[in-house]
């Protein structure tokens, strides 16, 4: 409290926690107020100043509370000294956790550079409130739960098919390696220090070098693996760090006289208590505890855990993988990964695709069933695993495996090939990255410029935006790597499903909210810095403006008029190229009034979709539902596209359909001249425009055009991907069935 007073030039700093009823706050720490308020003074959600902060989950300036007759009164708090307030809601992964003060005793207005440092703070505020929350839980929890022994499961029959999602293609087949087996906390050998004040020194000196360790190793996955990758060290370090956490452990440490046994009890007893809880975000913070305290452990005690040298060919197998994970694994010698938990997104799924390694993930009874001697079959294709298949199944998959080889033997072998059409019309296949690492897979499948930067990655890994010099540096070495192909950079697309510290507080709609444009607009010092590093980066002249989300005339002004002033600002008369983002239905309605002052259109078809069907797309529940090959959805592509070629613009696709390649004939005959996509994708879209007749395409798309279903776009599809010859194919063909395969049959898999 002191600290935050202190960075904010206040005279008054307090938080306010939301109860377990979910209704009400709760004064529970103070500089300023009366100490004997703290745990009296009580308002509802929505009530007073503080109470309307956390209701909108929006931070609340007011520079005198004598003109704001939401102010609610406290006498016992003794804050009738003070007039301004500022509260900021206290908000983690969208969980209300309470409200963050700082009150000042004259009238003030708070600067928008002071209201962003007090989010930033509350951010750090919040995860140290969860911290609290889940280590209060478990002290109240540990002393009324008996944890009760489960039985283990029985282990898989052979031949046993698991359902999963399909989240790096291929085939792999080979024995099971299990992930990072648990520290045998039982059998360690350990001797205490002879008293207990030396033995707290000597489990506070292990918190430090783990403290540092973790420091070192997220700045060696941030520079092999990328900074993303490197967050769960941010998160295992403040955990460390948190002086609840510690204030619990030092009491341990005196009941036992013993630094290792203390870190065991504490361990075991969260482990048992958050396995059974309910609240997915206390259960992902157990598996930070778990994995921080085990890095203490082996520091205090003094033992170094290795993981088993990997045999050639082997399925790793594991909850989840993390960047450290990552960093241990010998990479080169693992066949397939299997995920109990996670998606098409999460870092297994990213990193085994950048290695191009068949994973499958979101199989959650795997690690209770499955065993060290098992043999696994990892169909990184359909989504699937088969546990010690029958010989049949092996052969039958052996023969997948080997086809699936010889087709990406083949598109390798046409990655220097053009993408054109039978008849000569050429083709633009882009690639999507976001950031440098992704410009060697780029360039290794033969992608022809970036349709999209995703520069959000940016501010996403560092927990915050990169300030000019270093967005200038990679905007400047992705021009020059890429030239004389065009790159795309999108400005910052954040909020919505990527929120980040520092950014803000969350929202009730995210997807709905203040995201992509909208929150540029509102933060203009922040656009105007990414713009400007835009502009000086562009020595190449090869770098496009991409704006994401807009919805409106009124935005678009907006961001020419900001864009411009920075070209005046830095001496330029030359705008680079700007460009759209058309991902709502707003923008496919206004389309032929924004074609009238950008230079092209990119089409986001994973928020398109999203939008024109009314469905969340990260809803497992209605995911057969989602589906882009909807007419409604193939419809506002068509009118994009006919808008920009009748403007005299060009449009790209840059979604999810455009690495689907039964969706090509569809994209191309409705005139779309560019295609960006994962780089992994882009060899096998390659090889279905080169067997395209364009003529042909733009009759396909007129007949799907025409359809009332899904099943009947896919239908037709099947019928022209058949004159192709391509269902056919020994190779090509399974993944194009698979792709055509009604919604119900399949599980999903996104780019």
Not at 28 to 43: Q, Y
Not at 242 to 250: G, P
Not at 528 to 548: D, F, K, V
Not at 713 to 721: D, G, H, I, Q, Y
Request: aromatic letters at 4%; proline letters at 6%.
């Amino acid at each position: 409290m002191r600290l935050v007073a202190r960075w904010m030039h206040a005279g008054g700093c307090s938080i306010y926690l939301i109860e377990d009823d979910g209704s009400s706050l709760v004064l529970r720490a103070t500089r300023g107020l009366r100490p004997e308020a703290v745990g009296t003074v009580r308002l509802r959600v929505g009530e007073g100043i503080v109470g309307a902060a956390l209701e909108a989950r929006e931070a609340v300036a007011v520079p005198d509370r004598q003109h704001d007759e939401r102010f609610r009164f406290f006498p016992e708090s003794g804050e009738e000294r003070f007039r301004s307030l500022l509260a900021v809601p206290l908000v983690l992964r969208e969980i209300p956790l309470g409200v963050l003060t700082v009150q000042t005793a004259r009238p003030r207005v708070f600067s928008a550079e002071e209201l962003e440092l007090l989010e930033t703070i509350s951010a750090q505020v919040a995860s140290i409130v969860m911290n609290a929350r889940t280590l209060a839980l478990a002290g109240r929890e540990g002393q009324s739960a008996t944890p009760q022994p489960a039985r283990r499961p029985s282990p898989f029959q052979a031949g046993t098919v698991l359902p999963g999602i399909a989240s790096s293609p291929g085939i792999a087949i080979g024995p099971v390696h299990l992930q990072r087996p648990r520290l045998d906390l039982g059998s360690l050998r350990y001797q205490p220090a002879p008293s207990r004040k030396a033995e707290w020194r000597a489990v506070r000196s292990a918190l430090r070098h783990t403290i540092r360790q973790l420091g070192d190793l997220r700045a060696a996955v941030g520079e092999r693996l990328g900074e993303e990758f490197a967050e769960v060290f941010t998160t295992h370090i403040m955990i460390l760090e948190d002086q609840t956490f510690r204030e619990r452990l030092e009491r341990h440490v005196a009941d036992y006289g013993d630094g290792a046994r203390a870190l065991r009890e504490v361990l075991e007893e969260y482990s048992s208590i958050f396995a059974s809880t309910p609240d997915p975000t206390i259960r992902e913070r157990a598996a930070d505890i778990h994995d921080v305290i085990g890095h203490v452990i082996v520091e205090l005690v003094g033992v170094r855990q290795h993981n088993p040298p990997l045999r050639d060919g082997v399925i790793v197998v594991a909850d989840w993988i993390s960047p450290s994970d990552f960093v241990l694994l010998e990479t080169e010698k693992i066949a397939g990964i299997l995920t109990a938990h996670g998606g098409p997104t999460s870092h297994a799924s990213i990193f085994a695709r950048s290695l191009e390694i068949p994973a499958v993930t979101g199989l959650p009874e795997l690690l209770e069933r499955i065993r060290p001697t098992d043999r696994v079959i990892a169909n990184g294709l359909d989504g699937e695993v088969i546990v010690n298949p029958t010989p049949e199944l092996l052969e039958e998959y052996r023969q997948r495996q080997q086809g699936f080889r010889r087709l990406w033997g083949r598109l390798d072998e046409m990655r220097d090939l053009p993408s054109c059409t039978l008849d000569g019309c050429e083709i633009r296949l882009s690639a999507n990255i976001g950031g440098l690492n992704d410009l060697d897979l780029a360039e290794r499948y033969g992608a022809r410029g970036v349709g999209l930067f995703r520069t959000e990655i940016l501010a996403l890994s560092k927990r915050g935006f990169p300030d000019e010099e270093e967005q200038i540096h990679v905007y400047r070495d992705v021009a020059q790597r890429v030239a004389p192909d065009p790159v795309s950079i999108r400005t910052f697309d954040l909020g919505g499903d990527k929120a980040f510290p520092g950014g803000g507080v969350q929202e009730r709609n995210p997807q709905l909210g203040l995201r992509s444009i909208r929150l540029l607009l509102d933060q203009e010092d922040v656009f105007a810095t990414q713009l400007r590093a835009i502009l000086r980066a562009n020595a190449p002249g090869n770098l496009r403006i991409l704006i994401p989300m807009l919805t409106s005339m009124e935005e678009l002004d907006r961001t020419r008029e900001i864009l411009a002033a920075q070209c005046e600002r830095l001496g330029l008369s030359k705008l680079p190229p700007l460009g759209v983002m058309i991902e709502t239905p707003a923008a496919v309605a206004i389309a032929d009034r924004i074609a009238t002052v950008v230079d092209f259109f990119a089409i986001g078809t994973n928020d398109l979709v999203q939008y024109v069907l009314a469905m969340d797309r990260e809803n497992e529940r209605i995911a057969s539902a989602y589906d882009a090959f909807h007419p409604a959805v193939l419809m506002q592509i068509r009118r994009t596209s006919d808008v920009a070629r009748a403007a005299g613009i060009s449009c790209s696709v840059c979604g999810e359909l455009a690495a689907n390649p039964v969706a090509t004939p569809i994209l191309i005959g409705m005139g779309i001249s560019e295609l960006s996509m994962t780089p992994f994708s882009v060899a096998l879209v390659r090889q279905v425009v080169r067997a395209l007749d364009m003529e042909k395409a733009k009759h396909l798309a007129r007949d799907v055009e025409r359809s009332a279903r899904a099943s009947e776009v896919r239908e037709k599809l099947s019928r022209a991907f058949a004159k192709m010859r391509l269902v056919e194919d020994r190779d090509l063909g399974p993944v194009v069935r698979r792709l055509l395969a009604p919604r119900t049959a399949r599980r999903s898999t996104s780019s």
